[in-house]
């Protein structure tokens, strides 16, 4: 009896023939009767104060039909944008108690807090002639005193993002397990090391890209956008509009690359659909490479000391950590430093742990989601450790790993930071690895070109993240009285 044709079978992708012919159809490619095109004057300094905007040039310009500053665009936006926390693994952990969130604008309106905030935003007949009229709006900038480092934007007298979050610091995170001042005490070695993750940008083949259009059966708007989530923009956008969801349409076409900055809603979300609404025509944008750098969300980011107590075997007998990570100007990370100190344990059976996790505002793009937003981030600072404390008593570090390793038996498991555990068997996998790759056999090679001076490198690493969070889908799987399965 055959029980399913898919079931160990070749299934054939049917997406990828339209993609290699080039026929799939991205928002850019969109042309709607009517539409108009949008450009966007940004901010040129990381913190100023906005005295004035001329923009009677541009609005002189043939093809021009408005400029529109955050004043103006204040009274379409009727409500309290929901800022989705990206990828935040715990999204009902995720508001800081006691830290007042800022509200993000979609457009500044007295200050500008980093390079490339929204400062005005053109509308014309053509691309070209929006950006040609962008470049003739004229700024009056009062530069203010700007902080870039989250270290320096924590300590007193720094300059601050918002007067009512001191110090910049706009989350906190700790966690207190088991008794790490005698596991400190008791070690017979100490590993300590200081990692800077760097900032980054994730580059997707096609930048961010809106089309917005009214829609006049439901008295709302219809957005097609280059999204990775458009449950989550349409719940944002219907927020900030003072729409009921029905009114608000989400269509992702083809999305040409994401990695996570294309989670979540930006201000040209609600910025185009405003626009689409006052105006009752479409609007289009399409980000280019250069905003893409400055106004999308970055990765990364952090500054982090780190600790590990180990007895004289090798095992890990305490963990200290102190996360800073830099938020940029809004909050689109806050979950972040928790991540990264939930995930500090890594694989191992760590008794005892003392991590304090800070996010801090800064005068720079906001960091959010990208490839892995905190996880990988956690994995790196707890692997390199190990290589340390191995490399510090003179052990293999495969050998260090299995010593620490959370045993098979004690799964389900929570670690010390807090973070549970369903299953695994990590020292069966590595041992694998080890075969495989032939790891041993790598190690007296290595030695044997080491005297002929030649330098060759044999790494390894464990990891553990957590997966499986939102956005969520369901489906109804119903079984007929005939028999059949209707999905």
């Known amino acids: 009896m055959v029980i399913s044709h898919y079931v160990g079978a070749r299934v054939r992708r049917k997406e990828d023939p339209r993609l290699i012919t080039g026929s799939s159809q991205y928002v850019d490619d969109l042309k709607l009767p009517g539409m108009l095109h949008v450009a966007f004057v940004r901010s040129s300094y990381p913190h100023a104060r906005i005295r004035g905007i001329d923009a009677s040039a541009a609005k002189a310009m043939p093809g021009v039909v408005d400029v529109f500053t955050g004043r103006d665009l204040a009274a379409r936006l009727k409500g309290k944008p929901e800022l989705i926390p990206g990828e935040a693994p715990h999204p009902e952990e995720q508001k800081p108690e006691g830290i007042p969130v800022p509200p993000e604008e979609p457009i500044a309106v007295e200050r500008a807090l980093y390079v490339g905030q929204p400062i005005a935003v053109v509308v014309a007949t053509s691309a070209a002639v929006a950006r040609d009229a962008a470049e003739a709006v004229v700024v009056d900038y009062e530069p203010l005193p700007a902080v870039i480092d989250p270290e320096v934007a924590m300590q007193d007298g720094a300059p601050q993002l918002y007067p009512h979050i001191p110090n910049n610091i706009g989350e906190r995170w700790e966690r207190v397990h088991g008794d790490i001042e005698a596991a400190f005490a008791q070690a017979h070695v100490v590993v300590r090391q200081r990692f800077r993750q760097q900032r980054l940008a994730g580059i997707p083949m096609e930048t961010r890209a809106i089309v917005a259009a009214p829609d006049p059966l439901t008295q709302g708007v219809t957005v097609w956008s280059s999204t990775q989530a458009p449950h989550w923009n349409r719940n944002a956008l219907a927020a900030a509009l003072g729409l009921a969801h029905g009114q608000v349409r989400i269509i992702a076409p083809e999305v040409g690359g994401g990695f996570g900055v294309k989670i979540g809603a930006y201000q040209e979300d609600f910025i185009l659909a405003a626009l689409a609404l006052h105006l009752h025509r479409p609007v289009k944008w399409v980000e280019t490479r250069s905003e893409h750098l400055m106004a999308t969300n970055h990765g990364r980011d952090q500054v982090v000391d780190y600790e590990l107590a180990a007895d004289a075997e090798g095992r890990i007998l305490g963990l200290r950590a102190r996360i ?158 005939s028999g059949a399965v209707t999905v």
């Open 324 to 481: 800073v990570q830099n938020l940029g100007a809004y909050p689109r990370g806050l979950y972040l430093p928790s991540t990264t100190g939930l995930m500090a344990c890594g694989c191992y059976d760590i008794p005892a742990v003392d991590i304090k996790a800070y996010g801090v505002y800064t005068n720079t793009m906001a960091v959010g989601a990208y490839r892995g937003a905190g996880r990988p981030e956690a994995a790196y600072y707890i692997e390199r450790m190990m290589d340390l404390l191995a490399r510090k008593l003179g052990k293999d570090p495969a050998e260090v790993r299995h010593l620490n390793y959370i045993p098979p038996e004690k799964f389900p498991y929570t670690t010390a930071a807090g973070e549970k555990y369903d299953t695994g068997d990590y020292a069966k996998a590595l041992d694998k690895a080890l075969e495989v790759s032939r790891y041993h056999e790598w190690r007296q090679k290595q030695q044997e070109l080491r005297q002929q001076g030649r330098f060759v490198g044999v790494g390894l690493a464990s990891y553990v993240e957590i997966c499986g969070f939102g956005p969520y889908e369901s489906a109804v799987v119903r079984v007929e009285p």
